[in-house]
C-alpha cells in the first residue's frame, strides 16, 4: 500500500501561509493604504516582511523543530538600537497572529490559538532561524515572507512563498496570493488564493480563507493555441530584460500583450492556464537568483504539466546555496510550448549577437 507523502508537512505549510497571509493584509490596510507609519519608521514592507518570516518560523520550528530554514529575512535590523521602534511593532504584529484563535485546518499543529504570547528575543531569534546556507543534502525549508515587495506596496500581486526541499529536490510548494482573483476570468471578483504541490501528487488552487465547502481545483497547464498564448513578466525593470521577452515574444509569433506581475504569483498564472509562458532573463551579470524566488514555484508548475529550466534548458539547482548560482534567466511552460520557448530564445540571442534584430 503506498502512502501519501508530506501530509503533516503540507498541512502546516499551508497553515503558516494562511496566517503570514492574514498578517500581510493587515499590515497593507494598517500601514500601506493608510499611511500611518512615522518617518522614522522602517518602510511597511520590512514589517511585514519580519512579522510574517517571524510567523511561518514559528510554526515550523513547533511543527518540525530540526528542519532547517532557509528564510529571505533576518533581525539584524531589529537588533540594532536604532531599531526599537520596528521591533516592538513587529513583536506586536507576529503575536497578534500567532495568539489568533484556531482555524480549520489547525487542529493538529501545535501551539497556534494558544494565546501564548512570544517575548521579543524569541520573535528575533525564530525569524534568524531563517539563516540556513542550504545545500545538496539533507532537508530545509526556503520562504519568502513576501514575495513581490513592490507589488505588496503597490496594492497589486504578492506572494507568501513556503517550499520543502530534501536532498536539492523541491519536495513541496506552498504559494499564497491575497490579491490574486481566484478565477481570471472574474478579475474583479473574489480575491485570495493558495497553491499547492506535493511532488507526485498535482498541483492544486485552495481558496485563502479555508473553507469546508470549497472543494481544490486541481490544475493542468492547458494546451493553448496560438493566439491564446502571451508572456508572464516581471513588473520591475530591474529584475528582468523585458525588451529581450518582446524579441523572444516576435520570434514565436504571440500576439497577445504579454501579462507583467509582480511576484511568483506568475507560476501560479501558469499552473491555471491564465498565460503561457513564464519567462525572465537576467538584467545582467552578477545578481544571483535566490533559491525561495523560484522553489514553489517550480513544483508547482512541474506538478501542473508544465517543465521549468533555465533558458538554455538546463534543471534549476536547488542544492547550491541560499542561491540559483551564475544566472542564464528562467523558462517555465506547457510541455510542447517550452521547446519552442528555448529554441526562440536561442535565436534572439543569436540575433542580438548579429544585430540583425
Ligand atoms: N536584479 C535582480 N534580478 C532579478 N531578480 C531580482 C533582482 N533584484 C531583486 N530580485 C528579486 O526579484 C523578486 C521579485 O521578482 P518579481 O518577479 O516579483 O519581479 S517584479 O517585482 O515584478 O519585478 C524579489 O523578491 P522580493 O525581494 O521577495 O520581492 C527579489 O528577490
Ligand atoms: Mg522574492
Ligand atoms: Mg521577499
Ligand atoms: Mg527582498
Redesign the pocket.
Known sequence: MSTVPYVAEKQVAIAAVRRACTLTASVFNKLVKNETLTKDDKSPVTVG?FSAQAVVNTILGHAFPDDRIVG?EDAADMRAESGVELRNRIVELANETLTGPLQPGEENIWGLGSGKAQTAEQIMDVIDRGNYDGGRTGRFWTL?????????LRGE??AV?LALINNARVELGVIGCPNLPVSASAPTGERGCIFVAVRGEGAYQIPLSPSSTVEPIRLQIPDLSQDQLNLL????????KLSFNEKVAQVLGITREPT???????YCALARGDGGVYL?M???A??R??I??HAPGSVLVEEAGGVITDSRGQPLDFGLGRTLGE?FGFVAAGKKVHSRVLEAVKKAKEDEATGSA
Do not use: L
Not at 519568502?144 to 505588496?152: E, Y
Not at 513578466?233 to 528582468?240: F, G, T
Not at 507583467?260 to 506568475?266: E, G, I, L, P
Open positions: 516582511d529571505e519568502d515572507p513576501i514575495d513581490g515587495t513592490k507589488g505588496f500581486q504578492y512563498c513578466e516581471s513588473v520591475e525593470k530591474a529584475h528582468a507583467r506581475m509582480d511576484s511568483q504569483a506568475k525572465r537576467p538584467t545582467g552578477g545578481y537568483e535566490k525561495w524566488d544566472n
